[in-house]
């Protein structure tokens, strides 16, 4: 089945180190994007790939990198984590807004 | 990106019975999408609707868009303990590529 496949499903980190997140489609969608959720809120965009053309939220930290290689996978790396990026990390794709999205099942991550 | 206010915030019912969940917006949407997040997942789409003043049902599960494109409401009979979960509208407007999401509604039905 095509699909959105996070890894890992759960990532433990220490404050202050390097994380990275890793999302892959077999949906050969256009547009992948990267949100934040936490707690039952609503989820957050972080940034959003066109193709490879990269799109970042004017309130995303700094802190928070993408890279997309291919038109499959793309990594969501977080410098310094600190103990307010603690969430759920929703990776999604879409051939564009009124065909809906297409989200993986998560990254959970912790920072202690 | 466009407002979506989502009410109520947290809906706990008894089996059996019926709710609605509502996705206000002062703005026009190209289309709505509803979507469904059980704790410790993705989202899910559940429906897409397009048309002024359509109307979708899907199961026991009945979607509505507002003849003016701007707000739009799921409806659920005889609710059931697995519909429980966190409910999302999402909007879309004519080229955009993103989605503006209301805060979404905790539904827990108790069996």
């Known amino acids: 089945d095509a699909m959105v496949i996070q890894n890992p499903r759960y990532q433990v980190t220490q404050f202050g180190k390097p994380v990275t997140l890793s999302c892959s489609q077999t949906?050969?969608?256009?547009?992948m994007y990267w949100y934040q959720q936490k707690s039952s809120q609503a989820p957050k965009l972080l940034f959003h790939y066109y193709d490879k053309d990269f799109n970042n939220e004017a309130d995303t930290p700094d802190n928070f990198q993408s890279r997309r290689p291919n038109t499959s996978f793309c990594f969501l790396d977080i410098r310094s984590p600190g103990l307010g990026d603690a969430a759920m990390y929703l990776c999604?794709?879409?051939?564009?807004?009124?065909?809906?999205?297409?989200f993986g099942s998560g990254t959970r991550l912790t920072v202690v | 990106t466009q407002l979506l206010e989502q009410s109520p915030q947290f809906l706990s019912i008894q089996e059996g019975e019926n709710l609605t969940v509502y996705c206000n917006s002062s703005?026009?949407?190209?289309?709505l999408q509803w979507y469904r997040q059980e704790p410790g997942e993705g989202p899910v789409l559940l429906v897409t609707?397009?048309?002024?003043?359509e109307v979708k049902k899907l199961k026991r599960l009945t979607f509505q868009f507002g003849d003016a494109r701007k707000d739009s409401s799921l409806h659920i009979t005889a609710a059931q303990p697995g519909d429980t979960g966190l409910y999302l509208c999402?909007?879309?407007?004519?080229?955009?590529?993103?989605?503006?999401f209301g805060a979404g509604t905790t539904v827990t039905v108790r069996a």
């Open positions: 999402a909007g879309a407007v004519w080229d955009d590529y993103k989605l503006s």
């Open positions: 949906l050969n969608h256009n547009v």
């Open positions: 999604a794709t879409s051939r564009g807004g009124d065909y809906g999205y297409t």
């Open positions: 703005s026009v949407f190209s289309s």
């Open positions: 609707v397009v048309t002024g003043g």
